[in-house]
């Protein structure tokens, strides 16, 4: 059983940053494909970026894309979410996702087996 614990959510004006972090307990951290997602109220869950377990293919939704960064370090077992130029609509819950292996599909949330608990990011106008 893997365990994902999400950190760095907050409050932050528009245009402004956050990095967001994804710890894994998983010593074999390295095997799994991670994925980003959102969830706005009233809203189903969304793909925001992905990366392969390899780290070498990345996914971006494209309302985030060239302003969102995913990244991963395998030494410390967590994946990063990067956010630039945050906009009052990328106010949501931020779920972190792991998947053993392949992720043939990125943007289903069914294709990921692990999931955190979720971290708040809101951005004010």
């Known amino acids: 059983q893997v365990q994902l614990v999400e950190s760095g959510g907050g409050l932050v004006q528009a245009g402004g940053s956050l990095r967001l972090s994804c710890a894994a307990s998983e010593r074999t951290f390295s095997s799994y494909s991670m994925g980003w997602f959102r969830q706005a109220p009233g809203k189903e869950r969304e793909v925001v970026a992905a990366?392969?377990?390899?780290?070498?293919?990345?996914y971006y939704a494209l309302s985030v894309k060239g302003r969102f960064t995913i990244s991963r370090d395998g030494a410390e077992n967590t994946v990063y979410l990067q956010m630039n130029s945050l906009k009052p609509e990328d106010t949501a819950v931020y779920y972190c996702?792991?998947?053993?292996?392949?992720?043939?599909?990125?943007?289903?949330?069914?294709?990921?087996?692990?999931w955190g608990q979720g971290t708040q990011v809101t951005v004010s106008s």
């Open positions: 990366i392969s377990w390899s780290g070498d293919v990345t």
């Open positions: 996702a792991a998947r053993d292996g392949l992720l043939a599909e990125p943007t289903m949330p069914s294709e990921y087996d692990y």
